[in-house]
Every structure is written in C-alpha cells, then in structure tokens.
C-alpha cells in the first residue's frame, strides 16, 4: 500500500506467511495471523522502503507482490507517475501485478481476511479474477495496462474502488470483507475522481472482457414487479461518425441473456428483451453523464477516433483527448440476440 502525506511517503507491506496457504486453500492453523504489516516512511518511495528494510528480518523478493493499493491522497497528489516509475524501473517487479486504489486507511485495509478465513492469496485483492467471473463489475487492472492506458490517447484510466464492506457477521460478531466499490478516474495530469455503486455500473457493459453481469428492470408499469436477467458474451463496437470536424460516436453492445434469475410477474420474452436493452442504454449513458461532469472520457472515445482516423484526431485534441460533451454519444444500440430462460416458461412458480 502506498500514501501520501505531509510531504512524504508512507509505505504498508502485507507479508505474508507462506505455511499459511502451502498445499491448501485454507490456512493450516485458522487461530494464526495471516499477515504482518510493515510502515515506514520516506521522502521518495525507495527511501520509504529502504527504512522498512531496517524492520525486516530476511530479504524482501519484490518479484513476489501480488498487489498495490494507491491510496487516495497518492493520487490527489499527483504522484501515480513516481509509483509507476517506481515499479517499471525496478528489476524485481513484474507488470502483472494488479493495481486498486482506495478512500480508506491503507493499515486497516491490508489486515482484512477473506470470508472464512482463507489464504490471504485468495483474497478479492489477490485473485480478482475469481470473483469476476460470477460478476463483472470492474475489469481488474494490472501495471502493464495502467501503464498502456496513461501513455495512450485519452490518457485516462480506472482502478477498481476498494472499501471495507462490514456486512457480515460470524457467531462471534461482525467481520469484514474487501469490497469493490466503484472505479477511481485517473489521468496523466492527476486524479479525477470517483465513481461509486450505480453510477459506475456502465463500464461493465462498454468492455469485452466483461463475463458475467445482471440488469433488473421492471415489467411493464407495475412498480412492483420486476425481472432480474444473467447477460453474459458481451461485445461491444464503438463507431466515431466525424462531420464538419465534429465527432460523435454510434455504440453497439451485443449481450446474451443466459438465465432469467427472478420474476415477479408474469412476462414475455420481448418484454424481457426490450426492458434489457433499455436498461444498459441507461446505465451507460448515465455513467458518461458522471463522468463527463468530472472531466474524464470513461469509455475512451478519443482512442476510438485515434485509432480510426488519426488526422481528424489531431485536428480536435487538445491534450491528448477530444472534447467530449453528454451529447458525444450520438446513439446506443443493444442487441440481446439469445434470451435462454433455462425454464418453460416466465410466469410465476406459485401461483395465487
């Protein structure tokens, strides 16, 4: 964990002990700390590091990290650029390690266990992926794409969010778990932002690498009623429509409907398909609308033209990115092109 205060840099190390998850999934001895954290100083981050050296028993392995959190006040201050530097310069460090950023305390944040108390390596944090792949709802990003999205047009990229989630509870009490809360916007010049809960939810239906996701949407004008669906084989096409040197963008998003989860009320498939396809439409246009009011082109519509036509691209930006207004999106069109309800029928299993 890296932060960022008084003018100097504060560093948290998570080692953790390796007999812990050796052959199992599930620590060998649940009563035993999982983790030590380490702090220290330093006015740069090596200087940081240099003085946790002091603390440390054995030589520390950087080519073992598995993940940083920035926190929040590291990417106010504008110092995202010195930790990149930091971790491309050195030998040890690999570009697959995943990268998060947080509004909560680093100390508090690095001690949270996983449900169950398994190894820390299976942590939501550790191994993102295996969450990700029941729901989507931000792409893990390692350095190697941190480092590709900042370098290229539009030179803005998003972290998942993490937080403390405290809404579980054990025999013994309450407990904690890590938690993705949004995606935090950074750009070369600094930290935009955040976007958190619903309003992020756009971002998983603007990227292919998006598994497995749920819309809800009511059925017909009862209040009441309505159907969550599984969507699934997103893909998504972004088309730059460039006239008079100005540019708006045509989004197509391809999705299938693998199961059809809840029902309160009796429905249709077409009424199932059409209440979909209006539900992304609005999530996504809803997050741009965020994220335009913080300056940040979320879904990346200026490398969409950078790549397409790069003469009309350098005539419209102006650092790096075309400017993008809530009206940019010209059109949404969502194309649900299988709906498997895994059942006979949509109506209710008990009826009245």
């Known amino acids: 964990g890296i932060d960022f205060k008084d003018g ?9 002990d390796f ?4 052959k199992s999934e599930q620590p060998n001895n649940p009563q035993a700390q999982q983790a030590e954290i380490g702090h220290a100083k330093g006015k740069t981050i090596e200087d940081s590091f240099f003085d946790l050296y002091h603390s440390i028993d054995q030589k520390a392995f ?19 650029n010195q930790v990149l530097d930091f971790l491309t310069r050195y030998r040890e460090m690999r570009y697959q390690i995943w990268v998060y950023g947080t509004k909560e305390p680093l100390d508090k944040l690095l001690v949270v266990t996983p449900i169950n108390n398994k190894a820390l390596t299976l942590s939501k944090l550790g191994d993102p992926l295996n969450s990700f792949r029941q729901e989507s709802f931000v792409t893990p990003i390692n350095v190697r794409k941190l480092v590709i999205g900042l370098n290229e047009p539009s030179h803005e990229v998003y972290l998942p969010l993490v937080s403390i989630d405290k809404g579980w509870e054990t025999s013994k009490g309450k407990t904690e778990s890590i938690e993705i809360k949004g995606v935090a916007l950074l750009s070369k010049e600094g930290y935009k932002g955040a976007l958190t809960q619903n309003k992020a939810n756009g ?10 996701s749920e819309i809800t949407g009511q059925i017909g004008e009862d209040e009441n009623s309505y159907v969550t669906v599984a969507l699934e084989h997103i893909k998504v096409h972004i088309t730059p429509i ?30 199932i398909q059409k209440e979909i396809e209006k539900q992304v439409e609005k999530e996504v246009r809803e997050t741009f609308k965020e994220a335009i009011a913080l300056d940040t082109d979320i879904y990346r519509l200026s490398e969409r033209l950078y790549r397409k036509d790069v003469k009309i691209w350098k005539k ?28 006979g029928s949509y109506t209710e299993t008990i009826r009245e």
Do not use: C
């Not at 100097?8 to 953790?16: A, L, V």
């Open 242 to 271: 460039v006239k008079n040197e100005n540019v708006q963008f045509d989004i197509e998003i391809k999705l299938e409907a693998t199961s059809v989860l809840g029902i309160t009320k009796k429905i249709t498939t077409k009424e």
């Open 316 to 343: 419209l930006e102006k650092n790096g990115k075309i400017e993008l207004t809530e009206d940019s999106i010209r059109n949404i069109h969502v194309n649900v092109y299988k709906i498997n309800p895994g059942r």
């Open 19 to 22: 007999a812990n998850i050796a």
């Open 203 to 212: 971002v998983k239906w603007m990227t292919n690498e998006t598994m497995r």
């Open 8 to 16: 100097h840099y504060e560093t948290y190390m998570q080692i953790i």
């Open 62 to 80: 950087w080519g073992h990290i598995t993940y940083i959190i920035l926190s929040e006040e590291v990417m106010k201050s504008d110092k995202v």
